[in-house]
C-alpha cells in the first residue's frame, strides 16, 4: 500500500524518538536510540515539569542525577508501561512522584505528577506548578512555529472552530506567545462576543478552548494534551531564535502542604509526530480510541443512536412514543429521557421552555409526572429494543430542596452571603459525605430505574464556588479536592454498573478533556443544538472542527422531519435524532415522515466505523453561507469509507472538486450516491489528483457518498 494512505500509520522515525526522550528521562545516562540523537537536541534534558516551593524552585533538586525510577511493570499491558520517578528533598520534606506512560504503538507519553508533604511542618507555599515545562526548537533556522488549536464549546455558531497561529507578532518581531488563561480567555470571549454580558470567564475545562493542541516546526512538532476537569493555563512562547516554551498545568495553585497531604497535577499527553499536522490529527485520533476511550462491560463504548424525549413528559406520553418508534421499526440504540422527571412540583413541564425542571438537587421522581416512577419508561424501552437514558444533575443543587437544608456542610456557595432560596450551590465532592451521598444517590438511580447510561450535565460555573471555599493560604485546595472526587465519583460508579455508559455533558461540550473522555462519552457536544432555529452550517463547523481531535462525539440536529440537510449537518459517530423535539414536535400526525426517520438512522448506522478511521477535512472549516464545505472518512485497512458534501445557501456553485486522500493510486474505487443510488469508478490516482467531482444543482443541499476499493490496475 502507498504511503499516502497511512496518515494516521506511526513510523519507526517517530517511536524512536520518543523512546529517546523517554529514556533520557528515566536514565540520564542512557545512549539514545540512533533515529533521536538528533532531536534529543531539540528538547528539554531536564525533568518536563517544574514548580516552586517557597523560595526553593524544584529544578534545585528534581535532576537527573537524583532521580530514582522503577518500572512498575517490565512486560507491555495492553500496550502501555509504566514508570514511577521519585524524587525527595531533604530541605522541605517534599517528595515528588512521576507517574510516566509509554505507549508500545504509539509516539507518545503520559505523566501525573504528584507531591507529598513527608515532613512534620507545614510546607511553604507550592506555586508555578508547571505539569508541563519543557522548551522544543525548531528543526531549522528562520522557522516560525505554528499553533493549532479549537474553540472549546460556547454555545456559538463557531463552537470548535479550528484555528492556526504563527508564533511571532510580525515580520519585524519575530517572537511571539499564546496564553489561555483566566485573564487571556476573559478578553478573548469580550473580543469574540461583543458584549461584556458573556465575557466572563468559565471554570470548565473546555468552555473557551479545548485542551488539546498540535505544535507545527517545519516538517514535525509535538501535539499536546491535558487532562484537568477544571481552571487550566497553557502557554506557547517563541523566543524568535528558534526556541518554544511550553507550559501548562493548573492555573490557581498557591498553597502549603500540610503533614502527610497530597496534590496532583493535571495529566499531561506529549505526541511526536513527522510529516504533515493531518497525520498527527489522525494519529491523535486513533490513540484516544485505544488508550481514552471508555470500557462498557470490558469493551471500549460505541457512540449510539438516540431518540430524546423531555423528562417532564407524562409516563402515557413516553410508552406513545417508545410503541410508535417499535409501530415503524426506527433501529434506536436509545431512548433518553432529559430533564424534567424529578421533584415534587405540580405545575405542568411539557418542554425545555416551561415548568420547574431548573430546580435540583432532589432527585425523587416525581409522581406527578410519572407515578409509577421510571421503570415502566424503561421496561418499554428494553422491550422494544432499546436501552435507557437518564439526565441528571448532581452537581448543581438549588438551596431549599431537602438536600441542602439537611447536610449544609456538603455544599459550596458562589457568594460569600448566606444563600438564598433557589440560588444555586456545588456539591461539594472533596467533603467524603457529599461524595458518598452522591454515589448512592446516582448508584440507586441506575439500578431502581434500569438506567444504561448515565447522563449528568453540569450547567453553572464552578470557578467562583472552588475561589470561595479556599483558606488563606491555600488557593486551589477547594479545586483540587473536588476534582480527585470528581474522577473517584465516576471511577465508582462505573466500578459497581461496568455495564454503564456515562455521557458527559456541561452546558454542551465544556469538560472534554483526557480525563473525561477515558471514563465517558459526549453525546451533547455543544448547547448552540439546543433550539429549531440552530443553523445547520453551524452544526458542520463543529463537527468538523471537533472530529480532528475527538472522533467519538455527536449531537441533534433539532431537523424539522424531512429535513435531510439539516439532519445531515450533524451526522457523526453518533447521533440524536428525536421524533418529538423534548417535547416542542409530536409525531401522532397521520403523515410524519417515518421512513425519512428510518433513512436517516440506516445512514449514520453505515458511516459509523468510518468515523472511527482516518479523517480528512475537504475543505476549510468555516462558517461562510456562500461555501461549500465537505470531509472524508476512511477505513485505511479496508480502504473504504464516506464522502459527505453540502453546498451551503449562497454558494452560486453547482458542483466541486475534493481531492481525495489515503487512497491505492493503483486501485479502482467503486462510488454509491446514497440520494441518487447512482454506482460507478474511479482511479484512485484520478481521485487524489484530478479530484471528485460533486454535483449539487439545488442551494442547501447534500451529497452522501459511499466509496470501497473494487481492484488495482493489473
Known amino acids: 500500500m502507498n504511503e499516502s494512505s497511512k496518515l494516521s500509520r506511526v513510523s519507526p522515525e517517530e517511536m524512536a524518538v520518543i523512546r529517546g526522550w523517554i529514556n533520557q528521562s528515566i536514565d540520564p545516562n542512557s545512549q539514545p536510540v540512533d533515529a533521536s540523537v538528533q532531536v534529543l537536541a531539540r528538547h528539554s534534558m531536564d525533568a518536563p515539569f517544574s514548580f516552586t516551593c517557597g523560595a526553593r524552585s524544584s529544578r534545585d533538586w528534581v535532576k537527573g542525577e537524583t532521580v530514582r ?49 513527608d515532613g512534620a511542618a507545614e510546607t511553604p507555599p507550592i506555586a508555578n506548578f508547571k505539569a508541563l515545562d519543557i522548551f522544543w526548537s525548531c528543526a531549522a533556522p528562520g522557522e516560525i512555529p505554528e499553533l493549532r488549536r479549537a474553540l472549546g464549546s460556547d454555545g456559538r455558531h463557531d463552537d470548535f472552530q479550528y484555528l492556526r497561529n504563527e ?119 486513533q490513540f484516544v480510541l485505544k488508550y481514552h476511550s471508555p470500557l462498557v462491560n470490558g469493551d471500549r463504548a460505541q457512540m449510539p443512536i438516540c431518540n430524546g424525549s423531555w423528562g417532564g413528559t407524562p409516563t402515557p406520553g413516553h410508552l406513545d412514543t417508545i410503541s410508535r418508534i417499535t409501530q415503524h ?49 424503561s421496561d418499554a424501552a428494553h422491550r422494544a429494543g432499546m436501552k435507557f437514558l437518564l439526565w441528571i444533575e448532581p452537581l448543581r443543587a438549588t438551596y431549599g430542596t431537602p438536600v441542602t437544608l439537611e447536610h449544609p456542610e456538603w455544599f459550596l456557595k458562589g457568594s460569600r452571603e448566606e444563600p438564598k432560596l433557589k440560588d444555586n450551590l456545588l456539591l461539594n465532592l472533596g467533603h467524603p459525605g457529599a461524595w458518598q451521598w452522591a454515589v448512592e444517590t446516582i448508584s440507586g438511580l441506575i439500578t431502581e430505574n434500569g438506567v444504561d447510561c ?141 421512513d425519512w426517520f428510518r433513512q436517516r438512522i440506516a445512514e449514520v448506522k453505515r458511516m459509523q466505523p468510518y468515523f472511527l478511521g482516518d479523517y480528512f477535512p475537504l475543505t476549510p472549516i468555516i462558517f461562510d453561507p456562500a461555501a461549500w464545505m465537505a470531509y472524508q472518512l476512511l477505513d485505511p485497512d479496508q480502504q473504504a469509507g464516506v464522502v459527505l458534501a453540502f453546498r451551503r445557501a449562497e454558494s452560486p456553485m453547482t458542483c466541486a472538486s475534493f481531492q ?21 469508478l474511479v482511479m484512485g490516482s484520478e481521485l487524489m489528483e484530478k479530484g471528485l467531482e460533486v454535483v449539487a444543482p439545488a442551494p442547501r443541499s447534500s451529497r452522501l457518498l459511499f466509496y470501497t476499493i473494487e481492484r488495482k490496475r493489473e
Open 329 to 377: 421499526a426506527l433501529p434506536y440504540d436509545y431512548y433518553w429521557v432529559d430533564a424534567g422527571w424529578y421533584g415534587t412540583s405540580t405545575l405542568p413541564c411539557p418542554d425545555v421552555f416551561h415548568g420547574e425542571w431548573g430546580i435540583t438537587g432532589d432527585w425523587r421522581v416525581n409522581r406527578n409526572y410519572h407515578p409509577d416512577g421510571l421503570k415502566p419508561i
Open 454 to 594: 448515565y447522563r449528568e450535565d453540569f450547567n453553572f460555573d464552578p470557578g467562583p464556588y472552588w475561589a470561595i471555599a479556599d483558606e488563606e493560604g491555600r488557593t486551589g485546595w477547594a479545586e483540587m479536592r473536588f476534582i480527585e472526587g470528581f474522577y473517584a465519583f465516576w471511577d465508582e460508579l462505573r466500578r459497581r454498573h461496568p455495564g454503564l455508559l456515562i455521557d458527559n455533558c456541561a452546558s454542551g461540550g465544556r469538560r472534554l478533556d483526557l480525563e473525561t473522555i477515558s471514563r465517558s462519552v459526549a453525546l451533547w457536544r455543544t448547547d448552540y443544538n439546543c433550539f429549531p432555529f440552530m443553523q445547520p452550517d453551524a452544526a458542520q463547523l463543529h463537527g468538523m472542527g471537533l472530529n480532528l481531535w475527538l472522533p467519538m462525539n455527536s449531537t441533534s440536529p433539532m431537523a424539522k422531519p424531512g429535513d435531510t440537510y439539516q439532519a445531515r449537518s450533524s451526522y457523526s459517530s453518533g447521533l440524536v435524532l428525536n421524533v418529538e423535539e423534548f417535547g416542542i414536535s409530536n409525531c401522532q400526525s397521520p403523515d410524519f415522515p417515518w
Open 660 to 680: 481525495l486522500q489515503g487512497l491505492d493510486p493503483q486501485a479502482s474505487y467503486r462510488f454509491e450516491c446514497a440520494d441518487s443510488g447512482q454506482i460507478w
Open 167 to 285: 508564533l511571532r507578532q510580525s515580520m519585524w518581531d519575530v517572537g511571539g506567545a499564546i496564553r489561555m488563561d483566566s485573564a487571556a480567555n476573559t478578553a478573548f470571549r469580550k473580543a469574540r462576543n461583543g458584549s461584556p454580558l458573556w465575557c466572563m470567564n468559565d471554570g470548565r475545562t473546555s468552555a473557551t478552548w479545548l485542551p488539546f493542541f498540535n505544535l507545527r516546526t517545519g516538517n514535525d512538532g509535538l501535539l499536546c494534551a491535558l487532562g484537568w476537569s477544571g481552571q487550566w493555563f497553557a502557554e506557547f512562547a517563541f523566543d524568535g531564535a528558534g526556541k518554544t516554551a511550553i507550559s501548562a498545568g493548573m492555573e490557581h495553585l498557591d498553597l502549603k502542604l500540610r503533614p502527610g497531604e497530597e496534590i496532583r497535577s493535571p495529566r499531561i499527553l506529549l505526541l511526536y509526530w513527522q510529516g504533515e499536522p493531518l497525520h498527527a490529527q489522525n494519529m491523535l485520533r
Open 69 to 117: 525510577s522503577e518500572r512498575v511493570r517490565s512486560e507491555w499491558q495492553a500496550g502501555k508501561r509504566s514508570h514511577l520517578l521519585r524524587w525527595n528533598d531533604p530541605e522541605t520534606r517534599l517528595s515528588c512522584m512521576m507517574e510516566l506512560t509509554e505507549f508500545s504503538d504509539f509516539p507518545g507519553m503520559e505523566w501525573v505528577i504528584r507531591l507529598r508533604n
